[in-house]
C-alpha cells in the first residue's frame, strides 16, 4: 500500500477513535474507572508517548536537513563567471516568488481566520514567549559560533553559514570538490533517515490524531476543512496568478502555453508530491517542449527542486497563524516580518521528498513563539496538500526557468510556441537529457 493511503488510513482511524473516545468520555453511562483507565493507559499513555516521539523525531532532523541541504545547494553554484548572472537570476526570483508566497499565505490567513473558534484542552494554559525587538532578530540571524548555533538550534545562524559555507566550497577548487561530494553523500542517508520517518508517519498520525479528537471531538473536522481550503486556495492563487502573471510581465510569454505544458509535471508531481523524484520529467519538458537551453534549465530546474518550495512556504504561513489562533496568540507585526523571513529562508533548506515541509515548519513555529505540538492539528490532511504544493513548486521552477533563460537569451520561441514539441517525453518521462 502506498504512503498516501497509509497516511489517509491512519488520520481517518485516528479521527474515528478519538471521537468514540470523546464520546465515551463525555457519555453518562459508563463508569468512571473506565474511563480513568482509557485515559491514563490510551489518550495519555500510548498515543501520548507515540505521537510525543513522532514530534521529537521531526524536530530532531531539523539542523542536520536544513545545514547539508543548503550547503549542497549553495556549492553546487560552481564558481564559472558565466554562472554568475543566471545564479543571481534564479535565486533572486526564487527567493522573491517564496517571500510572495509566505505573504499572500498570512493574508488570507488573517483574512479567513481558519482557526478561530476551535479549541484544544491545554491551550488557554499556552504562555506565547514575548516578541523580542526587530533589530535584536536581525542582529541575531549572524553566528558567532556556528557549533553552538547548531547545538541550541537557532535555525536562521545555521541557513546563514551553511550559505556562506557553501560558497566557499564552490570556490575552493579541488579541496571544495571533495568536500562537496562528501556532503552530497551526507544528504543521500540524510534523505534516507527522512524516508524511514516518513514510513513511520501513518503511526504518529494515528496516535496524534487520536489524542487530538479524543478532546475536541469530531465537530473538529469541520474547522480542518477551514485550515484545508486556505492553503488549496491560496495554492491555487500563487500557481495560477503570480507565476502567469510574471511570466506574461517578466517574459512576455503565455500563461497558456506553459500551463498547458505543465500537465505532464503536474501528474508525476501529484502522484509522487516529490519535486526531487518528479525532476526528470521538469528537466526535459522545460528544455525540449519549453524551448529553454540546456545551460539554463540544467542549473534552474535541479536548484528549483532544492530550493524553491513555495508551496510549502504557503502551507507555513497558513499554519503558523491557524496554530497561532487556535492557541489564542495574537501575532504581532514583527511576528509575521519574522515568520516571512523564516519560512523564506527555511523553504530553501526543504528537501524534494514527501511530507518534509512538516519539519522545516518545527522551526518556523519555534521562531514565531508557538507550540511544536501544534503540529498535531493540521498533519492529518497535510498528505494531501503536499501533493498540491509539490505541483505549485514545479510551477515555479519552470516559470523561472523560463524568465531567466529569456533574460539570458538562451530560449527558443519556436520550441514554446509549437504544441507538439517533443511531445513523446510525456510517454517516455523517465529519460532525462545530458546536462
Sequence with gaps: MSLTNRILIAMVAGIAVGSIINLLVHSTGVSEGLKSLVDVYFVNGLFDVVGRIFVASLKLLVVPLVMVSLICGASSL??????????????????????????????????????????????????????????????????????????????????VFALLFGYAISHAGEPGRRLASFFRDVDSVIMKMVEVLMKL??????????????????????????????????????ALGVYSFMLRTLAGLSPAILLKKMRPIWAFAF??????????????????????????????????????????????????????????????TGDFLTVILTATLASIGTAAVPGVGLITLALVLE????????????????????????????????????????SEKQFDQYVFDDPKADQHSDENPGVVPSI
Excluded at 481558519?114 to 506565547?128: K, L, M, T, Y
Excluded at 496516535?207 to 488549496?232: E, P, Q, R
Excluded at 498535531?376 to 521552477?397: E, Q
Design 78 to 159: 560552481g564558481d564559472s563567471a558565466r554562472m554568475g548572472p543566471i545564479a543571481v537570476k534564479t535565486l533572486g526570483f526564487y527567493m522573491a516568488t517564496t517571500a510572495i508566497a509566505i505573504s499572500l499565505a498570512l493574508f488570507f490567513a488573517v483574512l479567513i481566520s481558519p482557526g478561530a473558534g476551535v479549541a484544544i484542552e491545554g491551550a488557554a494554559d499556552f504562555q506565547a514567549k514575548a516578541a523580542p525587538p526587530l533589530t535584536d532578530v536581525l542582529v541575531d540571524i549572524f553566528p558567532s559560533n556556528p557549533i553552538k548555533a547548531m547545538a541550541d538550534g537557532k535555525m536562521l545562524q545555521i541557513i
Design 201 to 238: 508517519a501513518p503511526y504518529g498520525v494515528f496516535a496524534l490524531l487520536s489524542k487530538l479528537f479524543s478532546s475536541m471531538g469530531i465537530g473538529a473536522i469541520f474547522d480542518l476543512a477551514a485550515y484545508f481550503f486556505t492553503v488549496l486556495g491560496v495554492l491555487l492563487l500563487h
Design 367 to 406: 521562531q514565531a513563539g508557538l507550540p511544536v505540538e501544534g503540529i498535531a492539528l493540521i498533519i492529518g490532511v497535510d498528505r494531501l496538500l503536499d501533493m498540491v504544493r509539490t505541483a505549485v513548486n514545479v510551477t515555479g521552477d519552470a516559470t523561472v526557468s523560463l524568465i531567466v533563460a529569456k
Design 271 to 332: 502522484s509522487t508530491a516529490s519535486s526531487g523524484a518528479t525532476l526528470p520529467i521538469t528537466l526535459r519538458t522545460v528544455e525540449k517542449r519549453m524551448g529553454v537551453h540546456n545551460s539554463v534549465a540544467g542549473f534552474t530546474v535541479p536548484l528549483g527542486a532544492t530550493i524553491n518550495m513555495d508551496g510549502t512556504a504557503i502551507m507555513q504561513g497558513v499554519a503558523t497563524v491557524f496554530i497561532a489562533q487556535v492557541y489564542g496568540v495574537d501575532l504581532s
